[in-house]
């Protein structure tokens, strides 16, 4: 008898077991449904573990279920598969999910063991990658891309994910000049996630996105506040960081509120989402005064296009135009970044995505325009990501409104995880951002870093040489200039090499003159504004020799019988003056010819009235009276013999004519160089 008990006991064990299995598979789709992968997790591992029916708790409602038989459980592929092998996929799945790529790599493994999902082999070495183990990666996505079941779109993840790779290995894509430090977790990184960061009222003040205790909500009973984001803001002094303020109401409400920008005429953009609706995620706008803020309302569509997202506005420095991150139709796929115009009133109007060279057919969000170096910068998973979002930087040219191919800022700011929210100050010296890179209690949560650049140096070498000759000149005399006039004169002289070096400052512009005694003078201007990275200039300098004789000013012309300029006559006289104002210590003789027709003591009249023309024309524009000697020398000196002209007046006049034009020129010649 007892042995029949027994046996009773077991079956009805067993059966309870096995709809236990049931059950627990249906509560792990269905969480994994709602993406809520570590309760999904937990069921899914539930259903693997034989012994967990000795301390299963049977639910009132499971006999509901118990008969109830399970769908059929497929792949990508369409084919149906095992239980044992879907739910192995499924953990992985829920574990690379959850970010908890130690435990997926094993869990791809079992599930690859079952032949059923392929794309195991991209998501194990996507695991890989998260890890910092790139070679085994790299191995994974190619023996991905040699399987006859991949599927493209995950083809093209691969082959961006090895490029991302090969980037992250590459040692010149660290940036060691950068110090990075995670800001302060008992007062700015406190909470279950924190990010977005931007420089409120000067460097010292930020403003953040916080999930933490205190925060604002709508239903205490309902609600907790360490899992909802508001906005706070927190200062810096001697001490470090001081206690975090939440900004309160209206700005901050019961959904989640971050993600801000602020004007420098005190409007803050930010992004409210809800977690109730994916699609619930809008860009708001609220006034700021006396540190307290007005109430926010949503923009309009050029922003907001109901049915999709729109999130992480920044507005421009100069108040003009407002970039911000949205699903919306016309873009690249994904999310793309898009820009409006801010018109008069203080509308966004005029959307536009940024085009193709910007958004790949993956994400980018986060972006943060530069004024200074005119750079903007955003986060992408596409392009040559290392892994998840990279922080890229693209140059824009406002001159056609255009974008240079996007660069991956390089490690240290980036790394296998998230990396977003840039933002930094003037100098791109001193900055934050956001990641994920530590590991945290929900597998998945930002940090604010601060980073430091090294100061920025700036060193301007070149050599000097002889124009004519190519050799170089010694001891040539450099002089310095500020433009802006806030710096006092440099001099300096080159070596026996002709080799010159000078270290420079940042947002300097200079002008740059090189001479030497019975040479003219060479110039020119060199600037570091829009320089962000410490680089070496080169600039050199090409002296001519002073000849001896005069040299020609072409293109002054008269009218008959005149000295009066004409209008291009002094557009080149401008170019003289430029020049004896960058050869200061010339003393010059203004000579002027005429043809030979006419009589000698006439043409002799005029040709000194036009040299004394160019002269006061010069002195006009502030050339020193002493420095120029107006000389008229008629007839006495042609270029081509007046015989010989006369000798071809009917054989040929064309040129007739054109020789004495040439007589009729004006010329300079160097008096003296002190």
């Known amino acids: 008898m007892k042995r029949i008990i027994t046996v009773l006991l077991l079956l009805i064990s067993c059966s309870t077991f096995a709809q236990s299995k049931k059950l627990w598979l249906h509560y792990a789709d269905q969480y994994y449904k709602a993406k809520d992968y570590s309760s999904a997790l937990n069921y899914y591992l539930k259903t693997l573990d034989d012994t967990s029916v000795m301390n299963l708790q049977i639910r009132p409602y499971e006999p509901e279920i118990s008969n109830q038989k399970l769908g059929q459980l497929k792949n990508k592929q369409g084919s149906e598969v095992p239980m044992r092998s879907y739910v192995l996929h499924r953990i992985a799945m829920c574990q690379k999910y959850i970010f908890d790529y130690s435990a997926a790599i094993p869990s791809f493994k079992n599930s690859l063991t079952t032949g059923h999902f392929p794309e195991d082999e991209y998501f194990l070495g996507y695991s890989y990658m998260q890890i910092k183990e790139y070679d085994t990666a790299v191995i994974h996505f190619e023996k991905y891309l040699q399987n006859d079941k991949r599927t493209d779109s995950l083809a093209k993840c691969a082959d961006r994910d090895m490029i991302g790779c090969y980037y992250a290995k590459d040692v010149n894509n660290v940036k060691s000049e950068v110090i990075i430090t995670m800001l302060d977790t008992s007062s700015v990184n406190k909470g279950t996630s924190n990010f977005a960061a931007i420089y409120w009222d000067g460097y010292e003040k930020i403003i953040f996105t916080s ?17 909802l984001c508001d906005l706070y803001w927190a200062e810096k002094n001697e001490a470090g960081w001081s206690t975090p303020r939440n900004f309160g109401r209206p700005v901050n409400t019961g959904l989640h509120d971050g993600a801000g920008s602020m004007s420098i005429d005190g409007f803050m953009y930010f992004t409210r989402w809800s977690d109730l609706n994916r699609n619930d995620v809008n860009i708001y706008e609220a006034r700021m005064m006396n540190n307290m803020f007005f109430e926010a309302y949503k923009l309009d569509s050029s922003v907001n296009v109901p049915g999709y997202q729109s999130k ?33 009133n203080g509308h966004p109007v005029n959307p536009r995505n ?41 140059y824009y040219n406002p001159d056609d409104s255009t974008y240079a191919t996007p660069g991956n800022i390089g490690l240290p700011f980036n790394s296998p995880q998230d990396d977003a929210y840039f933002t930094a100050d003037r100098f791109l010296k001193h900055g ?25 140096a700036f060193k301007l070498t070149g050599f000097v040489y002889n124009a004519e000759t190519d050799d170089i000149i010694p001891n040539a005399l450099l002089t310095f200039n500020d433009v802006n006039g806030q710096d006092e004169p440099i001099f300096l002289t080159t070596d026996e090499n002709g080799f010159y070096s000078q270290d420079l400052k940042q947002e300097q512009e ?63 006289l401008d170019q003289l003056y430029d020049f004896l104002m960058l050869n200061n210590d010339l003393v010059v003789e203004i000579k002027s010819h005429t043809d030979c027709r006419g009589s000698d003591a006439y043409n002799m009249k005029l040709s000194q009235e036009r040299a004394q023309s160019c002269v006061d024309y010069l002195i006009s524009k502030g050339i020193a009276r002493e420095r120029l000697i107006p000389q008229g020398y008629g007839e006495t000196e042609p270029l081509f013999k007046c015989d010989d002209i006369e000798a071809i007046k009917k054989s040929d006049p064309d040129k007739y004519e054109e020789q004495h034009q040439r007589n009729r020129r004006t010329a300079f010649r160097v008096l003296k160089q002190s």
Request: with cysteine; net charge negative; hydrophobic share 30%.
């Open 354 to 394: 940024l085009g193709p060279t910007i958004n790949s057919e993956y994400d980018e969000v986060t972006p943060f325009l530069h004024h200074v170096s005119s750079t903007l910068f955003f986060s992408s998973n596409g392009h040559n990501s290392t892994g998840g979002l990279d922080i890229f930087k693209s």
């Open 312 to 344: 992480n506005p920044f507005i421009s420095m100069d108040g003009k135009q407002l970039f911000y991150s949205s699903n919306r139709p016309g873009g690249s796929g994904g999310f793309d970044i898009w820009v409006c115009d801010i018109d008069e």
């Open 510 to 572: 200079l002008f740059i003159k090189a001479k030497k005694t019975k040479f003219f003078a060479d110039a020119a201007t060199v600037t570091t504004f829009g320089l962000t990275e410490s680089k070496t200039l080169e600039q050199d300098f090409f002296l001519r020799p002073i000849p001896a004789g005069e040299i020609e000013i072409p293109g002054i012309e008269y009218d008959f019988n005149k000295a009066t300029l004409r209008p291009k006559s002094k557009e080149i």
């Open 211 to 227: 999930a933490r205790t205190g925060g604002v909500l709508l239903d205490p009973e309902k609600q907790q506040s360490e899992y």
């Open 432 to 456: 934050y951002f956001s990641s994920d890179r530590e590991p945290c209690d929900g597998g998945h949560c930002y940090d604010i870093y601060e980073f430091t650049n090294s100061p920025i």
